[in-house]
């Protein structure tokens, strides 16, 4: 079992930041990846960015690329995400979640996740 807990969300401006936590406990998370969704009301959950717990590689959604910087500690164990630049658009409820194996895009794929935290990008 994985244990996911989200923090760091709340209201900003257009055009501020935030950093999103994630923080991990459970078993080991060598062989997973992790990564962020976000799901917007009516809409469905989507992918944002998602690294590599061992090699830290990392794969960004075309909406967030060069704003969203994905990174992981494996010290404490935690993931961030930090936002730059954000748009109205990207208001939502972000996910951290966790797959054993490889890089995926897909919720499916997905077997631990978070509680979400909601994320406002006012105007």
């Known amino acids: 079992q994985v244990q996911l807990v989200e923090s760091g969300g709340g209201l900003v401006q257009a055009g501020g930041s935030l950093r999103l936590s994630c923080a991990a406990s459970?078993?080991?998370?060598?062989?997973?990846?992790m990564a962020w969704f976000r799901q917007a009301p009516g809409k469905e959950r989507e992918f944002v960015a998602v690294?590599?717990?061992?090699?830290?590689?990392?794969y960004y959604a075309d909406s967030v690329k060069g704003r969203f910087t994905i990174s992981r500690d494996t010290a404490k164990p935690a993931v961030y995400l930090q936002m730059n630049s954000l748009k109205p658009e990207d208001t939502a409820v972000y996910y951290c979640?966790?797959?054993?194996?490889?890089?995926?895009?897909?919720?499916?794929?997905?077997?631990?996740w978070g509680q979400g935290t909601q994320v406002t990008v006012s105007s």
């Open positions: 979640a966790a797959a054993p194996g490889s890089i995926r895009y897909t919720p499916t794929w997905y077997d631990y």
């Open positions: 459970g078993r080991t998370l060598s062989r997973y990846a």
């Open positions: 690294i590599t717990w061992s090699g830290g590689n990392t």
